[in-house]
């Protein structure tokens, strides 16, 4: 079935610095795009979205990119703290399905 | 409303037993999700409810499992004979969906943590 990948499992990053995470996806029909922090024990946090009519979004800090050629999704975290370790994920959903996950990628800020 | 609120946030049960799990909303949100995440994956779709309507439920979905969202806002989730293999956490979501077709946020609560000894 369709399913959603990241490229690297881990990631670490010196505190201060940029944080680059990447996702691939495979359904092309995908038309919505999340973000997810998750920290130890908690659910999902909604960090950010994007729409596929857009390829670009930012937020505080964070900054959404969409390639729908490559079918591939990043997010961006600007000057990266301590509490930004956590483990990321993105998810798609298909016009109003159900959203599908990938396996999530780690980053640990080091001191 | 500070989210989606679900109860018990642990559980430990006899392998054999029902467990039943309540996921509570944010207020007016239409669309509600189950999903469930082993330690170290990502969170795997259940099943959704558009309002009272289960919408669609995953192949995964065994026939010892069952949801219900009777009047459209809280959900419970039902595992009946519990496995080993139950033991994860299932995650609650919901959305503002208003209509078919159009995708908005989706808010996780803190989840179920079910260990099924």
């Known amino acids: 079935g369709e399913s959603v990948g990241l490229h690297l499992p881990t990631l670490s990053v010196q505190e201060g610095d940029n944080s680059i995470i990447n996702c691939a996806y495979s359904?092309?029909?995908?038309?919505?795009f999340i973000w997810y922090k998750q920290e130890s024990g908690k659910g999902p946090q909604f960090i950010i979205d994007i729409r596929s009519n857009m390829d670009k979004r930012q937020g505080q800090r964070v900054t959404v990119l969409l390639n729908k050629t490559v079918k591939h999704l990043s997010l961006q975290i600007a000057a990266t703290q301590p509490g930004d370790s956590a483990v990321y994920f993105c998810?798609?959903?298909?016009?109003?399905?159900?959203?599908?996950f990938g396996p999530g990628t780690r980053l640990s800020v080091l001191p | 409303d500070t989210g989606v609120s679900q109860d018990p946030r642990h559980k430990i049960t006899k392998r054999g037993q029902n467990v039943t799990f309540r996921c509570d909303p944010i207020s007016e949100h239409n669309r509600l999700y189950w999903y469930r995440q082993t330690l170290g994956q990502g969170p795997e779709f259940l099943t959704y409810f558009q309002n009272e309507a289960q919408l669609e439920k995953s192949r995964l979905l065994s026939d010892r499992f069952s949801a219900e969202r009777p009047k459209g806002s809280f959900s419970t989730l039902e595992i009946q004979r519990t496995e080993q293999g139950d033991s994860a956490m299932y995650l609650c979501?919901?959305?503002?969906?208003?209509?078919?077709?159009?995708?908005?946020?989706?808010?996780f609560g803190q989840g179920t943590r079910l260990t099924v000894v």
């Open positions: 359904n092309s029909a995908s038309d919505y």
């Open positions: 979501a919901s959305s503002p969906t208003q209509a078919w077709g159009v995708n908005t946020e989706a808010f």
């Open positions: 998810a798609e959903n298909n016009y109003g399905q159900n959203f599908v």
